[in-house]
């Protein structure tokens, strides 16, 4: 199925929970509503004629001080999903305010979603409700903040950590 | 006996030229500084002329600690851990421009420089280093060495 037909689908089934679609050079986005990505990511990988069965990748962008996006949710987490059988991809996003950086999550549907999680919320602070093993992946535990996120100073130094006692 | 046939030297600088020619390092290789050590290490460069080809994999047995590539936070511990489970006399490298001052990593999660973690004898700069400069190295270290200077 192409990208087209897999938005309209997605848009007929889930009406305003879409919020919108694009196109950009092929590649199909859908930016959906937080309350039904759930339902929408089950409905990519069990639905036939869509079979997303791999989650290629699970990221989120901070768009703090964005040209143009000053106003709107502050970070955008974004699903790279892959159907191998009919060769075919679609992106979709979920907008979430700082205040309430919280997302349903995809473990339960992949299980690589839990590792791509954990990088989500060391690097941005989104977390993911429901997750099985909400711990940092890349940075320690006693590392202070998220260092992707824009406003995280570039020249802060944190303290060494020493080996365990 | 006959006149000539014997020689007399200070202990602490017999034992000063036997240490600096029998170097048994610890290669601690986290990137890719460690391309380069293999390339000085093996047979075009042959560090085993200044007596340093037998690179010891456990700590216990190594008296220099080649500290080669960028260290992160995370490997800060394990860096001090092996570091303090070497017996002494020790010497420790910082071999590669991530090691003497983080290098262009100048961001969250690299050590700006190993020497905030353990005390360090010879910077090795280069990103990476040449060969020569790391030989260049090992020779200011034999030097140290064979003077007795340490700095753990």
Known sequence: MDGAAILEQLAARFGASIVETHDHRGDHTAVVDRAAITDVLRHCRDEPALAFDMLMDLTAVDYLKFPGREDGPRFEVVYHLVSLPHNHRLRLKVRVDEDDAVVPSAVPLWPIANWFEREVWDMFGVVFAGHPDPRRLLMYEEFVGHALRKDYPINRRQPLIGPPA | ?152
């Open chain 2, 1 to 152: 006996m006959g006149v000539g046939s014997f020689f007399t030297s200070k202990l602490d600088e017999a034992i000063g030229w036997a240490r600096k020619y029998s170097i048994f390092q610890y290669p601690f290789v986290t990137a890719c500084c460690g391309m380069e050590y293999m390339a000085t290490a093996c047979s075009h460069y042959d560090i085993d002329r200044f007596g340093a080809g037998l690179p010891r994999f456990s700590p216990r047995q190594a008296d220099v600690l080649f500290v080669v590539g960028t260290i992160s936070h995370k490997m800060a511990p394990v860096l001090k851990r092996i570091y303090d489970q070497m017996t002494e006399p020790k010497w420790v490298v910082a071999f590669g421009v991530c090691t003497c001052t983080g290098g262009f990593y100048d961001n969250y999660a690299t050590v700006q420089g190993i020497d905030t973690i353990i005390p360090v004898d010879i910077y090795i700069p280069g990103c990476p280093p040449r060969p020569e400069s790391v030989i260049d190295g090992l020779m200011k270290l034999q030097d140290r060495i064979a003077t007795g200077a340490q700095r753990y």
